[in-house]
């Protein structure tokens, strides 16, 4: 890891925010093809960004206005302690991981109309294939214009899901459960946050429905804006600025069996107009 020195200004022509590097970002990251891509701190705050080469070894990085934001750079000249790993992304993208085809055999609509949330688990653990499976039902979810924006973490250490569970009673289940499931949508690849709440709620969605074929059970937790859970879950799980928490799944093997409940509602349903 690379630490140094820079200062955040305004580029040559005043649209861009940027910092130099003070080094041969390709020498010293031994990159000498390809984008470079770079994470570590801002004065002590999370980034994940990549390299614009400026020709004869010099390198600045742009950054955009939520990391503006979070550093308190306000458009005039600012010092600040930077720390500099490169990410190899091309390495992560050649090897992906080799999935288990896990089946269910529930028809979609019978998932639909029996799933209920489930607040107790037993002891018994799940296996990652079944984790895999669930998450892989994430990613089909439809996103805006296919973007995608969301990011999945996962947490099996108990420590962690113990932390989040005494802070939060609305997810005190955490504490029993096998997992959990943070789905936090990136604001650098949707801009629009009502695009982006929808894109990871339609994940969301599509993960619950996965659990309860599964034969496990789940629950959806909310993350209120401004809320302490929501800052917990920030510096708990070492979240950039770019990726919000949105929504999270605790799950597991259900310690009990809930009714199904129709929810049917003529008075909700309208043709043509209101």
């Known amino acids: 890891m690379e630490r ?134 994430g990613m089909q979810a439809p996103t805006a214009k296919d973007k995608r924006p969301y990011h999945f973490i996962v947490i099996r250490d108990r420590h962690v899901l113990s932390i989040l569970a005494r802070n939060n009673p609305n997810a005190a289940m955490m504490e029993e459960s096998a997992g959990a499931i943070i789905v936090c949508g990136d604001k650098n690849i949707e801009g629009i946050k009502e695009f982006l709440y929808a894109d990871c709620a339609a994940a969301t969605q599509n993960m619950l429905l996965s659990i309860h074929g599964l034969g496990l059970g789940g629950v959806w937790c909310g993350v209120a804006s401004n809320s302490d859970w929501r800052k917990l879950l920030i510096h708990q799980l070492a979240l950039p600025p770019k990726l919000e928490p949105i929504s999270v799944i605790a799950f597991g093997w259900s310690a009990g069996i809930k009714e199904s409940v129709c929810r049917w509602e003529t008075a909700k349903i309208h043709y043509e107009k209101w």
């Open 4 to 137: 140094f020195d820079a200062l955040i200004k305004k580029d040559g022509s005043g649209r861009l925010t940027i910092v130099e590097i003070p080094f041969d970002a390709k020498a010293v990251f031994s990159k000498p093809k390809g984008t470079i891509y770079v994470s570590g701190t801002i004065n002590g705050i999370g980034y994940r960004s990549k390299l614009l080469s400026r020709g004869g070894g010099r390198f600045v990085m742009v950054l955009d206005k939520t990391v503006q934001k979070s550093v308190g750079f306000d458009g005039q000249a600012m010092a600040a302690e930077i720390t500099m790993s490169c990410e190899d992304m091309d390495a992560v993208r050649e090897k992906p991981e080799k999935l288990v085809d896990i089946m269910s055999d529930m028809d979609v609509l019978t998932a639909i109309k029996t799933r209920r949330s489930i607040r107790e688990f037993t002891s018994k653990p799940v296996s990652q294939d079944m984790v895999n499976a669930i998450l892989f039902a």
